[in-house]
């Protein structure tokens, strides 16, 4: 920990004293601007400077409410213009240079004369000011702000002031979430902004216009200001007809590495086609969850899934695109996505996706368990080849009936197929030394599902009365499995009395899950402050568990034995029916909503071997919502009943040392939830500062009460019902942006996000409660020097620990330390150098697996052809050849550490060529590809 102050101490000084200087080495030019008609300040024009010479845009600002400006950061002794503009008004000018003996130059008080004339009509082309506001209106003159000529409007959206954009692509303005990007007024492939942000070249680009959302504000005319969407409009110097845009790739490498694909999109008017195809062994998606999601058209037909791993890898709607699994991995796939607009405003979105995985895993497991009197260790080594294979078919219908009127319906079906060989080497000891047991667990497991699902929607507000609003929305999803376990397991237990057994057993676990949902809510405005709002959700379930356990050795018989004492069914169905009302109350900053929440669970439990066991409860909750400037409140309690598969009976001896049972006597779970979120945005300094805390209580939570059998190191499991468990989590961020000029950008990011857990644990007879902590820092930094030199740091300290209220469990306490390096260098014109470095450390490992990894990635791209379409890169992993996957966990009395084979050092040489043609003039003519 002590070795990384210094880099934040440096990072920190480093980014302060830039901004510090470029501001104290400049001039600066202030004034007030006055409204003659009016007589009083006139607020948000806009303030430009230009050289006086070429009339290139050197900075630029707004005037705040009482009309006051300061334009800081000018050169000196450079002849300038200032120009100010505001709708309506006559243009004012004024030429001027600074020196170091008057740097300071103040205009006082500008008398500002409205026009008869247009602004276009009165205003130098070259001077067309890069913003312009009108009313709800922000207006952006793309040409004022210079980007590389293969600049997407994703790196023109970064230029421009009070525009972030994060890491993942995602777009705010002022502190404002953007959810949707139109072009010429009209979607583009459906209303995620990314479609557009990341494919769109820059140079296409005239005007951006910024305003809020109207749909979202007609849904909830109560918004807070801070949480109202923003839509940003594009005005193209070339309506945008036809075209395409997309990439393909292929690469090889050392070790027999190889990756390939394509994504491509078609579009006329306003019917798209996209298509993708990949394959790699490189242990990561062969695209971008945005490429995917946005490109692919996943967002056009609805994401009802999505499963994200740490490292990068990703699942949507049951289909895995690389990287989802652990070990080595080989990941394929295709699909086409079309989306058309019929008459009468009906979008029309159909879908065909095919994803699938090849992974080889190695795997060293060292569990580590304090008890009383002894520390009981468990390694083990698991040997596992597992394919997968996922098809999904789907579509999506959004029909806008009238304006106030909309109506959506997402049917999908997936077929899925998995299954895996695997090879499990267990060896237990006591206090160390002492060894208790050893297994050798080979299985062979087969998986199919099919699951059809869809959702529907309606929505409608009214015409007469603000604020009115009805809605509906159903779902659907039926879901039939079936799981074959078939395991060989040979154990052999030592101490006073040793003994061994073997198991050759085939478990057949059939699943079969139905579900309906429907929702509808109903919004009355009583008065301009006062509105009630009425919801009522209901569900019909029926989720039935069928298990059969054969002996495969059976004495005598030629077929497998069916072993009535591990076999049973389970037949679950019922209704969960809510019923919530509230009250809206809004007194000029703050909005209160109270409310109550009626639930009645009607639950039947059926079983092979037991009495039916009904289960009918009813609760009556409270509920409050509570908005007030930049805070947002929110409490509520929710009804969890138990899994079906924590009902069953049945015993699961699989693995014979981790034995699980279920438990038909569970209760549903109740859960005490508050939530506080804070947002803010300060426009004078660019800074945005965001922070949540949540926290819940549960009464009757399923906890796993374990049983250990000493003597042998044989384990068991069962749910049951406690009280006393809960959790708090946080996260605070604040950041920061500095952009001079136009040609350089900092961003400093400052966050800490922590959590802290209660939980009951039961151990044989002890009853304990073990309290976990975790509080991660982290700071970030980014540099952008005219998109030449580009760089990033991540630094993060981590600290856990836990605590046991009986003295019996030993406490545990560890720290982690990990930081990640960027550098971007494009130098000379065509090539473009780049590396990162990831470091991470744990204090405390188990004896044997690495405290700290680092992993050095290299490469250099050579760009050609016309506009830099076609990219030739060479990139090295794992430069040093360290690499390993390793993590720590903590759960209950244990402490597990986690080693994974992964990929180490290899070279990839991979060709890239983007394509991007639109109709028209900009962007070159209408040819599929070009050079």
């Known amino acids: 920990m002590k070795a990384l102050i210094p880099a934040f101490l440096f990072l920190f000084s480093f980014c302060f004293s830039t901004a510090v200087l470029a501001q104290n080495q400049k001039g600066e030019v202030k004034g007030k601007l006055w409204d003659t008609a009016h007589k009083e300040a006139l607020s948000y024009a806009t303030i430009a400077v230009y050289t006086a010479q070429d009339t290139t845009l050197v900075t630029f600002r707004v005037s705040d409410e009482k009309g006051n400006f300061k334009v800081p950061g000018l050169a000196l002794n450079q002849p300038l213009r200032i120009v100010i503009t505001m709708t309506g008004f006559k243009v004012y000018r004024k030429e001027f240079t600074l020196t170091s003996g008057n740097a300071a130059l103040d205009l006082g008080q500008i008398e500002m004369t409205q026009s008869d004339n247009l602004l276009s009509e009165v205003i130098i082309t ?70 557009a942000s990341r494919n769109l070249p820059a140079d296409m680009i005239d005007k951006v ?29 070339k309506g945008i007809k036809q075209g395409a845009f997309g990439k393909v790739y292929a690469g090889t490498g050392t070790d027999n590495r190889y990756e390939g694909g394509g994504i491509l999109n078609i579009f006329r008017d306003t019917t798209q086609l996209s298509v993708l195809g990949y394959s790699n062994n490189l242990n990561r998606p062969a695209f971008g969850f945005e490429d995917i999601s946005r490109i692919g058209g996943f967002s056009r037909s609805g994401m009802n899934s999505i499963m994200v791993r740490s490292d990068g890898g990703f699942a949507v709607n049951g289909i895995s695109f690389g990287g989802t699994e652990e070990g080595i991995q080989r990941s394929s796939g295709a699909g086409g996505n079309f989306n058309t607009l019929l008459k009468g405003d009906v979008k029309v979105n159909l879908q065909y996706f095919l994803g699938g995985i090849d992974a080889d895993l190695n795997q060293l497991v060292n569990s580590t368990q304090h008890l009383p009197q002894d520390t009981l260790i468990s390694r083990r080594t698991r040997d596992q080849d597992s394919e997968s294979r996922s098809h999904r078919i789907g579509g999506r219908l959004d029909w806008k009936i009238d304006s106030v009127t909309n109506l959506s319906f997402s049917p999908s079906v997936v077929l899925a197929r998995s299954g895996s060989f695997q090879d499990l080497h267990t060896n237990t000891f006591r206090s160390f030394y002492e060894p208790l047991n050893t297994s050798d667990n080979h299985q062979v497991l087969d998986n199919h599902t099919t699951t059809f699902s869809g959702n529907f929607s309606f929505d409608r507000s009214s015409r007469q009365k603000k604020g009115r609003l009805f809605n509906f929305y159903g779902t659907y ?25 073997t198991l050759d057993q085939l478990r057949d676990n059939v699943v079969i899950n139905r579900a309906m949902t429907t929702s509808f809510s109903y919004t009355e405005p009583f008065s301009k402050p006062l509105s009630g709002v009425l919801r009522a959700n209901s569900e019909y379930f029926n989720d039935k568990n069928y298990v059969n356990t054969f002996d495969q050795d059976a004495e005598g018989r030629d077929q497998p034995v069916l072993l009535p004492k591990l076999s049973d069914a389970v037949e679950r169905s019922g209704w969960r029916n809510h019923l919530t009302a509230s009250l809206k109350w809004k007194i000029k900053d703050l909005t209160v909503q109270p409310g109550v929440r009626f639930t009645l669970l009607d639950i039947d439990n ?30 509520n309690v929710n009804v969890r009943e138990p899994s079906a598969a924590d009902l069953q009976p049945v015993t699961d001896q699989s693995n014979p040392l981790f034995v699980q049972f279920g438990n038909p006597k569970l209760k549903p779970t109740i859960s005490n939830s508050v939530n506080l979120h804070f947002r803010k945005f300060d426009t004078k300094r660019s800074i945005n500062y965001w922070a949540y805390l949540s926290g819940s209580f549960n009464k009757d939570a399923v906890t796993r009460a374990r049983t250990l059998n000493q003597t042998t190191g044989e384990q068991t499991t069962r749910p049951v019902n406690t009280d006393g468990n809960w959790q708090l989590n946080w996260n605070a961020d604040i950041s920061k942006d500095w952009k001079f000029d136009g040609k350089k950008q900092f961003t400093l990011t400052a966050s800490v996000w922590g959590n802290y857990v209660k939980t009951l644990i039961l151990l044989n007879e002890l009853r304990s409660y073990g309290q976990s902590i975790s509080v991660t820092p982290t700071l970030n930094a980014r540099v952008n020097l005219n998109d030449k030199f580009e760089f990033s740091e991540a630094l993060s300290l981590g600290s856990r620990r836990s605590r046991y209220q009986n003295q019996a469990f030993q406490d545990i306490r560890f720290s982690t330390r990990s930081s990640k390096t960027g ?20 204090s ?26 076609a990219q030739l890169k060479l990139s090295v992993y794992d430069l040093l050849d360290q690499n390993v996957s390793a993590y720590r966990s903590i759960r209950e009395n244990f402490v597990e550490d986690f080693q994974t084979q992964v990929l180490t050092r290899y070279a990839l040489l991979t060709f890239t060529y983007n394509i991007r043609n639109f109709g028209g003039k900009v962007g070159g003519t209408n040819t599929f590809f070009r050079f």
């Open 126 to 195: 070259s001077e067309a000011p890069p913003i312009i506001v009108r009313k709800d209106t922000l207006e952006f003159n793309a040409n004022s702000f210079k980007t590389l000529p293969t600049a997407l409007l994703e790196d023109l959206l970064k230029k421009l002031p009070g525009v972030t954009v994060d890491g993942s692509g995602n777009i705010a303005v002022n502190g404002k979430a953007v959810n949707k990007i139109l072009v010429d007024g009209k979607e583009f492939f459906g209303n995620d902004p990314k479609v």
């Open 209 to 237: 216009q910024v305003v809020n959302d109207p749909d979202a504000l007609r849904r909830d005319p109560d918004l807070p200001v801070n949480e109202i969407p923003q839509v940003i409009n594009l005005k193209l110097k």
């Open 477 to 501: 999803h039926f879901n039939d499995g079936n799981q074959t376990q078939d395991y060989l397991v040979n154990s052999s237990y030592f101490g006073l009395n040793p003994y061994s057994e």
């Open 606 to 635: 059926s079983f092979q071997k037991l009495k039916p066991l009904p289960q009918q409860y009813f609760y009556a909750f409270p509920s409050l919502t509570a908005n007030w400037k930049s805070f947002n409140l929110s409490y």
């Open 823 to 842: 550098v971007v260098v494009r130098l000379p014109k065509k090539l473009v150098w780049e590396a990162t470095f990831d470091y991470s450390f744990n």
């Open 844 to 869: 405390n490992t188990a004896p044997g697996l690495r405290k700290d990894v680092s992993r050095l990635n290299a490469g250099v791209t050579y760009l050609f052809m016309k506009n830099d379409r």
